[in-house]
């Protein structure tokens, strides 16, 4: 693959976010005027003061723009960790949340409402049981000596996420059905509405961490994606490369599910994606798929906002629009994913 | 011969048993949604089959109750005599997720399975079901919240509490009445425009005729979400809400309640600046939601109060003492009422 091409696809893939921006910010369902948006906009910018009601201000800053960059947030890391996962385990079938990362989220949450938390602390506990979850899988994985260690870790966190999920269920069963069900059923299918330039704060650390990470150690995952042989001839310690990955991918993905909820397709068909405008090398991969995914939750998101007169979750709306996606490439593309 | 015996016998049993049951005065009733059900002439022990029927049973005869769908939290448990809280938990047997297990609800002998809420087909279809696999006579009693009077009337004349039934029903009526035509002195101009949240993060609501709003339509608010049109509940954004724009906010959720005045995003709405944001007391069973049942009744004079401060001018305390005392069964003591109240506060 060409460098050219590889900047062409960048170059694309930051104009289609830069332009769902403007258009993110253009619309929703309070009616903001482009000439209110543009002083208050500049009013911040300058530090000064406009003459736009207080409660447009508000919308552009308080509401629109928080829930903007949240929705690009949780789109580039969900969609950075999914490329990651698919080099590391070598496999086009993972998502982020193979090692039970939004199991164990779903489950905080959930325990968080059922126990009537403040949204602060149901946040903070998906967070936490999502790392928790995916630190299980891999302890368990790494107790498990003489198998291939990829598939020991795969299936220890498909094991995780099947009991959490099972804890999800029981929860539900339990909860109050006037009260507690709607708000976990809510949350399960994820949504943006309530983001806040708190929830984006919250995130960003870990999610551009996570990118960080990824982004430095690049060249060792693209020589892992092509075995752990290869790799240990080249002098990569796969071992370690492979738990420093696990680490920044769960930080990210469950940053990004503790605010949104659980969001999915995004970690697995945008890696994709990627991979059909660059290749499957990852040093291309990471940008071109970081890029993609947040340009393509903050698309849907804008859809789910805008589109109806009621929310539509967005869980609901990127597997509406994902599917037909994914078979659309799955037909035309015969280019090779690894 | 043995085996001879045993056919006879079986055979006079046989012969006997309409004429035994008939003895026992067997009657035929007809539920709100026409099933006609045989029962039986005394009815002793009722198993209410999910939390508003349970309510409704448990305000006329408790002593006819035989068990909660859910145990009472810590916080709730107060509210009701030790002897009515004590009772066992048989789980529920709704539609909505059924947690009882049927031999644990026929192991406490029900005489009648009473069921509150929707009669839609499914419910009804579901009464028929339960009924046949139990063989014990299952009601289903509509729920609506303008038919609570007739609710009571047609239980307390099913299960022989006909004068708890009347009085509930006169009491019941006497109230909607009178919320009713006080409401009506209020000028369709001076309705608030008021939005009810919902869940941690407030941002459910109900959309027009829905059951979760129909003790604040009741009360002559103005939904501001019934623009979006008829239906249940729904999620909808802080955007929308900023449009919307109400003067008063209403709330079950305490988090939310919370978090909603430290929150910049709310803090150009009217109903924050001005401090008109309210938390429904939900103690034992909420005042204008859930579950959906007689509990709410009170919430109709909270919510008046609130909304039209120029027609309900009595306190509340003493009818909310009243209301607990004839529903609960208890008279809640003055540092019970104190919490309550102070709920609202802000």
């Known amino acids: 693959m060409s460098t050219g091409r590889t900047s062409a696809a960048i170059g694309f893939a930051a104009l289609a976010l830069c332009a769902l921006v403007i258009l993110a910010f253009a619309v929703g369902r309070f009616p903001v005027a482009p000439s209110e948006f543009g002083a208050v906009v500049w009013a911040w910018v300058s530090g000064g003061s406009s003459d736009v009601p207080a409660t447009v201000q508000t919308v552009v800053l308080n509401v629109r723009g928080p829930r903007i960059l949240a929705a690009i947030v949780v789109g580039a890391a969900l969609s950075a960790a999914g490329a990651a996962y698919q080099s590391l385990f070598r496999n086009p079938l993972v998502s982020p949340d193979i090692l039970g990362v939004s199991s164990g989220a779903a489950l905080g949450a959930v325990l968080g409402i059922f126990f009537s938390l403040d949204v602060l602390f149901i946040q903070a506990l998906a967070f936490g049981c999502g790392l928790a979850a995916v630190a299980t899988a891999y302890f368990i994985a790494s107790r498990m000596r003489g198998h291939d260690p990829i598939l020991v870790l795969v299936l220890a966190g498909v094991v995780i996420g099947a009991l959490l999920g099972a804890g999800v269920a029981l929860l539900k069963y339990l909860a109050d059905p006037y009260n507690q069900l709607p708000a976990i059923t809510y949350w399960l299918l994820g949504s943006l509405s309530a983001a806040t330039r708190a929830d984006f704060l919250a995130v960003l650390p870990a999610a551009a961490g996570g990118i960080l990470v990824l982004w430095l150690l690049r060249w060792r995952i693209s020589v892992l994606a092509l075995g752990d042989d290869e790799a240990a001839s080249v002098g990569v310690e796969t071992g370690r490369v492979r738990a420093l990955v696990i680490t920044a991918a769960t930080l990210m993905t469950a940053a990004a599910v503790s605010i949104s909820g659980v969001i999915g397709w995004v970690g697995l068909l945008i890696p994709h994606f990627a991979r059909l405008l660059v290749g499957p090398d990852f040093t291309r991969l990471l940008p071109v798929a970081t890029l993609l995914g947040a340009a393509f939750v903050l698309g849907v998101d804008t859809v789910a906002r805008t589109a109806g007169r009621i929310e539509i979750p967005l869980g609901v709306l990127t597997a509406v629009i994902g599917t037909p996606l994914f078979l659309w490439l799955l037909a035309t593309a015969r280019r090779s994913w690894q | ?346």
């Not at chain 2, 004429?19 to 009722?46: F, K, N």
């Not at chain 2, 509509?142 to 609570?148: E, L, T």
């Not at chain 2, 600046?273 to 709410?296: K, T, Y």
Request: charged letters at 20%; one cysteine or more; proline letters at 8%.
């Open chain 2, 1 to 346: 011969m043995l085996s001879r015996r045993r056919f006879a016998s079986a055979v006079a049993l046989g012969a006997l048993a309409p004429g035994w049951v008939r003895a026992q005065g067997e009657r035929t009733v007809t539920d709100s949604v026409g099933r006609r059900v045989q029962l039986p002439a005394r009815v002793e022990r009722v198993y209410a089959a999910g939390p508003p029927a349970s309510i409704v049973l448990f305000a006329m005869a408790p002593d006819k109750v035989l068990g909660w769908t859910s145990p009472f939290r810590p916080d709730e448990r107060p509210f009701v005599p030790a002897r009515y809280a004590d009772l066992p938990t048989l789980g529920r047997l709704t539609g909505r997720g059924n947690t009882a297990n049927v031999e644990v609800v026929l192991a406490a002998k029900p005489d009648l399975i009473f069921d509150y809420g929707s009669t839609s087909p499914t419910f009804a279809s579901l009464a028929d079901r339960v009924q046949e696999q139990t063989g014990i006579p299952y009601l289903l009693i509509d729920g609506a919240f303008d038919r609570i009077p007739d609710a009571f009337r047609l239980l307390g004349g099913i299960i022989g509490s006909e004068a708890q039934g009347v009085q509930w029903a006169r009491y019941c009526a006497d109230m909607l009445g009178d919320v009713r035509t006080r409401v009506a002195r209020v000028p369709e101009a001076k309705r608030p425009r008021v939005y009810y949240g919902r869940g941690p993060s407030g941002l459910q609501t109900g959309l027009s005729g829905s059951i979760n709003m129909e003790c604040i339509e009741r009360v002559g608010a103005l939904n501001v979400a019934a623009e979006l049109g008829q239906g249940g509940l729904v999620q909808v954004s802080v955007e929308q809400v900023l449009r919307w724009a109400p003067e008063v906010i209403v709330t079950t959720d305490p988090n939310f309640f919370a978090s909603v005045r430290r929150d910049p995003a709310w803090q150009s709405l009217p109903a924050v600046r001005e401090r008109r944001v309210h938390l429904a007391p939900g103690l034992p069973f909420g005042w204008i939601d859930s579950p959906p049942s007689v509990n709410r009744l009170i919430g109709l004079h909270w919510l008046g109060r609130i909304l039209h401060p120029q027609v309900f001018t009595e306190p509340l305390r003493p009818i909310v003492r009243d209301f607990y005392t004839r529903a609960y069964h208890q008279t809640p003591s003055e540092a019970q009422l104190d919490a309550l109240l102070a709920t609202d506060r802000t």
